[in-house]
């Protein structure tokens, strides 16, 4: 595993691994914000960010704090504690530095701590064993795969909301049938990528 | 209101899948198999009981200002816990969850009853309020597992006894991730058609 390439992890996060479609990590946002393009837009960016900093910031706290000290089990307790404050961090400086991106971002920053999409790609990472590298290549990369989703996804709901279906179908059902087809086409990206090269 | 309709309550109105619609990952990650249903549920049902006695007893000594912190390392703790005692007694259980056994910390369900149940109400409603909620966890849980096991593999084979058997033709697609799109949402819209009658008849 460790010696996989740059551009296989990129793939393998965006496509084959898929957070939303194939983890099944992340889909209180999927159905939660999916409603309209804009405020679909603002999670996926949140997300990114947030996804890429923690996989930095784990990486480092697993291998020279948790690891050599024999404290693997404390993993999720601290993981959990470095994406709460990170996520506060990242408030904080943009509220500074760039106050147009924190109105937009303003409302999902705080709903990514308890997003399972980012402490679930922190610990695939550690699972998978991956590098320095390969850690920040596959947190970009599974922040990049749920942006596609979330933005396809908004996309049809936005268009299918005229539709007219029958009542018990509308809102959250339909949202999962559109999600079946979507995932049947994600599911078979790991026959078109060819994976370990 | 009773304890028993209180624990009922969880199973009914406020399933946590079909009612509030919460924890979602969990449900349709693990429910491959109906062993691995139970299993979850049973992971989570602990995480779920400790945690809301434990803030509830305490609910008077922490300070609503840190309460999201508080409650975010108490359910992070029994998580841990529990990981633990999954890794060292039922390995095969342990791998098949993976690192959804982890992500238990992060399930609203949790996070949503210490928030709205147990930081208001006594331990013992609590208790059965915990209960309730992990039994409704059990039922969705066990109900998807059941119909993708069935469809995917044509039979269901529970800690090593095959419970039912059918002579189909086995849809792999049920087991892969699309399959637990389509049975949620069908399961939604059963759900969702109750709901309307129900309100039809004014109740």
């Known amino acids: 595993m460790a010696e996989e390439s740059i551009l296989s992890v990129l793939m393998q996060g965006v496509f084959v691994q898929n957070l939303i479609l194939i983890q099944f990590l992340g889909l209180c946002p999927f159905i939660g914000v999916t409603k309209d393009t804009k405020s679909s837009a603002g999670m996926s960016l949140a997300v990114i960010f947030v996804v890429t900093m923690a996989s930095v910031a784990t990486y480092l706290i697993y291998t020279f704090l948790l690891d050599p000290m024999g404290l693997q089990f404390l993993r999720i307790i601290s993981f959990i504690v470095v994406i709460a404050s990170l996520v506060q961090l990242v408030e904080f400086v943009l509220r500074k530095m760039s106050p147009a991106i924190y109105r937009s971002l303003g409302i999902y920053l705080p709903l990514i701590t308890t997003n399972c999409a980012v402490l679930g790609s922190v610990l695939l990472n550690i699972r998978a064993g991956y590098d320095f590298a390969q850690s920040v290549t596959f947190g970009l990369a599974a922040g990049i795969g749920f942006t596609i989703v979330l933005l396809i996804m908004a996309g049809l709901r936005e268009r299918s909301s005229f539709v007219h279906v029958h009542s018990s179908v509308k809102g959250v059902p339909h949202a999962f049938f559109f999600a079946t087809l979507l995932s049947m086409a994600f599911v078979n990206y790991f026959e078109v990528i060819p994976l370990g090269g | ?197 129900k309100l039809e008849r004014g109740e």
């Open chain 2, 1 to 197: 209101m009773g304890v028993w309709d209180e624990f009922l309550r969880g199973i009914t109105r406020d399933n946590p899948i079909f009612g509030l619609v919460l924890g979602l990952c969990p449900t349709l990650a693990v429910t491959t198999t109906l062993e691995n249903a139970i299993g979850m549920s049973a992971a989570t049902a602990f995480v779920l009981i400790c945690s809301n006695v434990l803030i509830s007893t305490f609910r008077k000594q922490i300070p609503a200002v840190v309460r999201i912190p508080i409650f975010i390392m108490t359910i992070a703790t029994f998580v841990t816990i529990i990981s633990m005692v999954m890794e060292a007694y039922f390995p095969s259980m342990f791998a098949a969850l993976g690192v959804f056994l982890s992500l238990i910390v992060v399930n609203c369900v949790i996070m949503g009853r210490a928030e709205a149940y147990a930081s208001r109400n006594n331990t013992l409603y609590s208790f059965i309020d915990a209960l309730g909620i992990s039994a409704g966890f059990l039922v969705a849980l066990g109900v998807m597992g059941s119909i993708r096991e069935l469809l995917g593999t044509g039979e269901i084979v529970t800690f090593g006894y095959q419970l039912i058997s059918v002579p189909i033709d086995p849809v792999d697609y049920m087991i892969f991730p699309p399959g637990a799109f389509l049975t949620i949402g069908v399961l939604m819209m059963f759900v969702n058609h109750y709901k309307a009658k």
